[in-house]
Structure formats: C-alpha cells, structure tokens
C-alpha cells in the first residue's frame, strides 16, 4: 500500500513567521516529490518539485527531503495571508507513465 | 508554460445521465492522463491512468464500465461518467504527463465540479 501521510491541520501561523509542513511516505522506492497548493474549489497548483536529498530554495519556498527517513518538507518563510490554502504533497515512484500519489493535504491559514 | 485545459468546470446532471469531461493538452503532446477524483477536504484520489491509443488502467474499486475513458489522441482525453448517481457528486482533474522523462511536467487542469441531483 503506497501512503503519503501529512497533518491535516490546521496550521495558524501569524503573518511574516516561517510555516513548516511536513510529509512522509511508505515506499522507499518513490523517486520525484512535489509540493502543491490547492486553494478552495481550485485544482492544485505546483510549486516546488524536489528529487535529490537536501535542500532545494525557491523564492520564500524551501523544500527538505531525506529519503533515509522517507521525509519531505516544506518551509515558508514570510508567510503571508495569501498563502492561507491546503498544501498537498504528492510522490512518485519514478516509473515512466505512473501518476503522483497524494496526501490528504495540511490546511495552513495565515492571519494579518 | 504547460497548459491544460478542462472542460466543463461545471455541471449539473440529473441522476441517470451521462456526463462528458474533456481533458485537452494545448501545447504539448501528452503521453499519459491521468484522472483524480476528490471529494470534500480530501485529497485527490487516482481513478485512472490512459495513455494515448490504448484502454485505461483503472485503480482498485473504480468501476470501468462507469467511468469510461478515451485516449483517442495525444491531447485529448475524455472521462464519462455513465448512469451518474448522487454519490458520483464530486470535483474530477484530469493530469497530463509530457514526453520527455518520467519527471517531466504533471500539469493538471483545471477541475470539473459535477454535481448530480
């Protein structure tokens, strides 16, 4: 059974602080992981896609993985209430044509 | 970038009809669609996986028969929902993969909202 477990939340961070979500999976074999926003009633949006340990840095968005600990986050640094959504985190097992597994999403809102 | 382009992105059927959703690629070739349900603060569910020329691959518990989808090309992919019951009430995404790698570009559209009374 190939899971990807996230804290629903909600997250409450005040605005300009750093939020932090998280996301493990089950299958050592997963290969690509991806971080997505999904506002209400909106399909996901991509925003940042991670393949190799370590750290990758876009904008106010870090993602971490550690694969040894089946581990995938994500920070966001100056949050801001625009960020308020549901973030999805989504693996993939690497094989040509298999879709993105998801989790079920963490809530984070961000007050002003 | 990528574009997909969904459509409808609402309907309202009545119990007992079918429903058509299109799922286009505009500026790429999709070898594979994938389509995703989801239901009221949960996360996407994968219903299936088509690739362009050949039958679907259905997840476990979503019935073939029900959920009809066609890969006729490699833009274009449609789901039916067949004989739409209240409980098939639902947001359905449609995924498209391009050429190019097995991480290259999962672009989704942008949702349909079905709604059977």
């Known amino acids: 059974q190939k899971e990807v477990e996230q804290n629903s939340g909600p997250l409450s961070v005040p605005e300009g602080a750093i939020a932090s979500l998280n996301c493990t999976y089950s299958d050592r074999g997963s290969q690509s992981f991806f971080w997505y926003r999904q506002y209400s009633g909106k399909s996901p949006e991509l925003i940042m896609s991670?393949?190799?340990?370590g750290d990758k840095e876009d904008g106010r968005f870090t993602a971490q993985l550690n694969k040894a600990s089946q581990y995938v986050s994500l920070l966001i640094r100056d949050s801001q209430p625009s960020d308020s959504a549901t973030y999805l985190c989504?693996?993939?097992?690497?094989?040509?044509?298999?879709?993105?597994?998801f989790g079920k999403g963490t809530t984070l809102s961000v007050s002003s | 970038g990528a574009v997909v382009s969904q459509h409808p992105s609402r309907v309202i059927c009545k119990s007992g009809t079918s429903v058509k959703i299109e799922c286009r690629s505009l500026?790429?070739?999709?070898?594979?669609m994938f389509w995703y349900r989801q239901f009221p603060k949960q996360s996407l569910m994968l219903m299936a996986t088509s690739n362009e020329g050949s039958k679907a691959t259905y997840e476990q518990g979503v019935e073939k028969d029900k959920f009809l989808i066609n890969h006729a090309s490699l833009t274009l992919s449609t789901l039916t929902v067949t004989s739409a019951h209240p409980e098939d009430s639902s947001f359905y995404i449609c995924s498209a993969k391009g050429q190019g790698g097995f991480n290259y570009g999962y672009t989704f559209g942008s949702g349909t909202r079905l709604t059977v009374v």
């Open positions: 991670i393949y190799s340990n």
């Open positions: 500026d790429f070739q999709a070898t594979t």
């Open positions: 989504a693996v993939n097992l690497g094989q040509a044509g298999t879709a993105l597994i």
